[in-house]
Every structure is written in C-alpha cells, then in structure tokens.
T-cell receptor, first 112, second 116 residues
Framework: DGGITQSPKYLFRKEGQNVTLSCEQNLNHDAMYWYRQDPGQGLRLIYYSQIVNDFQKGDIAEGYSVSREKKESFPLTVTSAQKNPTAFYLC???????????FGPGTRLTVL | AQSVTQLGSHVSVSEGALVLLRCNYSSSVPPYLFWYVQYPNQGLQLLLKYTSAATLVKGINGFEAEFKKSETSFHLTKPSAHMSDAAEYFCAVSDRYGGSQGNLIFGKGTKLSVKP
C-alpha cells in the first residue's frame, strides 16, 4: 500500500537533547512537509521541500532542521534550541500544485 | 498574506441533525480550498477539495462544501450527523500562483461533537 510512515508514534526526550523524527513516503511525491500541531493552534508549517536536496523554512523553523537526501525521506531534527518542543508533529507529501497533501499518522513528542 | 478563519472552535449537534462548519478565506484571488478531518492522535484525512469551476463539491462520508466567491467562504455541510463524525475538522487554502504554490495554510480547526 502506498502511504506515509512516521516513526516513532510516541517519543520522549530529556531537555537539552536533540531528537530526529522519521518520515518516509512511497507515493513518489516530489514535495514533502513538516507541521507542528498544538491544541487550538491548527497546523503550523516548520519546513518544506519541493525537490530532493532543496528545502525551505516555513513559519516556525527556529530550533528545527531537516535534510532531503532522498526523494522518499524527509527527517526532522528537533534541536535543543527549540524552546517548547512538546507537540504533535505531522509529515505530509504532495504531487502537483493543485493536489491535496497526504498526511502521515504523526509523532507525539514529549520533553521531560 | 493568505489567512483562513474557522468560526467556532467547538460545534455540538445531535445525531441526525445538520452539520455546518464555517470557513472563510482572505485572498482576493480564489485559492484552492480543502477540508480535512482528524481523529484523536491520528493524521489528517482529506474530505474534499475545490480546485475547479464546480462550486459545489462532494466529498467522502456524505460531506459537501460550496465555494462562494462573493462571500469568500467554503462552508462544510452534512445533512445528517452520525456519531462517527465526531472529530476535528480543518479548512485549508493553497495559492494558485507564486512561489508558495502547493503550500497549505490551515484554519485553527473546529471540534465537532455529536450527541446521541
């Protein structure tokens, strides 16, 4: 089945540690996205990539980093510089400018 | 900058009643418009999308939405609510032109409760 996988489902991290969230898609989509979701805030764009080896900052990129070395993979690193990292993180992909984005199941990150 | 407003963070209806979730966008150029649904601790699933001349769009699970350019609205409706419709609903827009093509801007969401 084609789709997007995110791992792990739940992630716990101590303050001051970097952590990497995985996102893989087998839909052969060019564009991939990372969003952060907080209660009552909707989804906010962290980073996006429209092609391999290229990515752009979204609205809330501070404290995060990404890479896009392969078409199917777009990992997100939450660094210790992110002041309030506890949130639900969603990865998505898209093909075509008028097409919808497909979402993964999400990773819930909790900082202890 | 493009923005999306969803009126009402919580909506409660009785089972069998009409569901109406409101969405207004800010762009003077009609954008692409989307409605997504999210169940607790899950990703988002597309309900329907508007990308063409057909102003009434039918989606999955009996939902539909009407694009009204004069009102800059794209409200989501369902004639008869079912218990399984209880979830959070997000309206999103995407510019048709420019460097941010394909990027989605989301509303803050509306949680729908369905009473038996």
């Amino acid at each position: 089945d084609g789709g997007i996988t995110q791992s792990p489902k739940y992630l716990f991290r101590k303050e001051g540690q970097n952590v990497t969230l995985s996102c893989e898609q087998n839909l052969n989509h060019d564009a991939m996205y990372w969003y952060r979701q907080d209660p009552g805030q909707g989804l906010r764009l962290i980073y996006y990539s429209q092609i391999v080896n290229d990515f752009q900052k979204g609205d809330i990129a501070e404290g995060y980093s990404v890479s896009r070395e392969k078409k199917e993979s777009f990992p997100l690193t939450v660094t210790s510089a992110q002041k309030n990292p506890t949130a639900f993180y969603l990865c998505a992909s898209r093909q075509g400018v008028n097409n919808e984005q497909f979402f993964g199941p999400g990773t819930r990150l909790t900082v202890l | 900058a493009q923005s999306v407003t969803q009126l009402g963070s919580h909506v409660s209806v009785s089972e069998g009643a009409l569901v109406l979730l409101r969405c207004n966008y800010s762009s003077s150029v009609p954008p692409y418009l989307f409605w997504y649904v999210q169940y607790p601790n899950q990703g988002l699933q597309l309900l329907l999308k508007y990308t063409s001349a057909a102003t009434l769009v039918k989606g999955i699970n009996g939902f539909e939405a009407e694009f009204k350019k004069s009102e800059t609205s794209f409200h989501l409706t369902k004639p008869s609510a079912h218990m399984s419709d209880a979830a959070e609903y997000f309206c999103a827009v995407s510019d048709r032109y420019g460097g941010s093509q394909g990027n989605l801007i989301f509303g803050k969401g509306t949680k729908l409760s369905v009473k038996p």
